[in-house]
């Protein structure tokens, strides 16, 4: 932490420190992208804090009594209905005293309160750091011992058990199952979705409740597990008038192009091409572009891939993302057409001229105009150059510390 702050103050004292926190941004984005590329919720399972907890009780909430010395310290009886990871400290015992005033309703004829709660041990002292109310009845404790017990299996397997709950009628229950898809990469998502029952990716894609945060997760499954016959199922939600699947444009148009490589690719160039298509739509497709580029080389041929790079180049709204992936992906032949951006009206925007910098000065065989062109720029302002190639060797010594 030291030395991430220490980058920091170095950095403000001679760029913007704007830039350099969106240089991190990018790079943190980048990372994020390694996990499932279409899924809008990752984060911390309740399945992940398993190894965390020493204990996880569910059960109700009873007796809350105060400190009378500390108003904000008291003690509640949790009554233990189901142990989920057992700890010495419970055996024989049907309830506990948390160290902890959780207000309870009591009244008679009220629900009881029913909790998931994680708990530390430390000197033989609890010591409960989250819980989750649920309701009575709810099948949150099955779903946690399932997901214990598979937590040696592969990630495949793991695939498997949690499909079964994305659409469970318990919020807490499908939206981790949600999250463990976020949290898994690729390369296992490819493997195990091709076996996903593919009747059950169509109810979800066709039915009105599904959230729409879903819609790219459903829609790069049905790619996997789809035929060439489906494909006009994904058709019909990229088509849709509302723009109710926007946030999950770029799944379901992977899907598409993944059922109908041909026809699809030819109706994303398309819909790039389109002089009043938002930049929405235009930046999923983007996203759908890197996740052929980077995950599946089988489906559209890399030369089709870079003829939509060089539309987006040319469009000031996307052209810095663009500039950037092309970058990352050494496609140094794009070097003059980029650097032909750079006095171009629609393009004087500070962040597309830091993209062109970053591309030229990252190319390790620049030609002849492309070194004139540096030389032009660092004539003109040598302190924008010397900052982002300072950034660009921090960005490289940083690459070459995970390897």
Known sequence: MKLFTMKILHYQSNYSLLVFVLILFQQGTNQLYSFCPFCATQG???????????????????????????????????????????????KNRKSITLPRYIPVDEKKGKKKNYYLIFIDVYKDTLDP?????????????????GAIQIRSKSNEEKLKYFFDYLDNKEPMISLDAEMEFGNIDYPAFEKIAKTFPKKKVIDWLTDPNTPAR?????????????????????????????????????????????????????????????????????????????????????????????????????????????????????????????????????????????????????????????????QKIKKADPERVQNIQELLNLENNQQGAKK
């Open 44 to 90: 911390r399972t309740l399945a992940s804090e398993v190894d965390q907890a020493m204990m996880i009780v569910y059960g109700t909430l009873s007796n809350p009594i105060r400190d009378p010395n500390d108003f904000s310290k008291g003690t509640t009886e949790l009554n233990i209905k189901t142990i989920i990871k057992d700890h010495e400290l419970l």
């Open 129 to 145: 750091y989250r819980g989750e109310p649920v309701d009575e009845g709810s099948k949150i404790a099955d779903y946690l011992k």
């Open 214 to 374: 879903r819609f790219g997760l459903y829609g790069s499954m049905l790619g996997h597990c789809g035929k060439k016959e489906d494909a006009g199922i994904l058709l019909k939600l990229i088509d849709d008038p509302s723009n109710r699947y926007l946030s999950g444009l770029d799944g379901i148009l992977a899907g598409y192009v993944m059922l109908e490589p041909t026809k699809g690719f030819d109706y994303v160039i398309a819909r790039i091409k389109k002089p009043k298509e938002e930049f929405n739509a235009r930046y999923a497709i983007l996203r759908m572009v890197r996740f052929f580029w980077e995950y599946r080389h089988d489906v559209v041929p890399q030369k089709e891939l870079l003829q939509a790079m060089k539309l987006f180049i040319n469009q000031s709204d996307v052209s810095d993302l663009a500039i950037e992936d092309l970058r990352k992906w050494k496609q140094w032949q794009f070097t003059d057409d980029i650097v032909a951006l750079y006095d171009k009206e629609s393009h004087n925007i500070p962040l597309i001229k830091r993209a062109i910098l970053r591309f030229v000065l990252s190319n390790p065989k620049a030609d002849k105009s492309a070194t004139e062109f540096i």
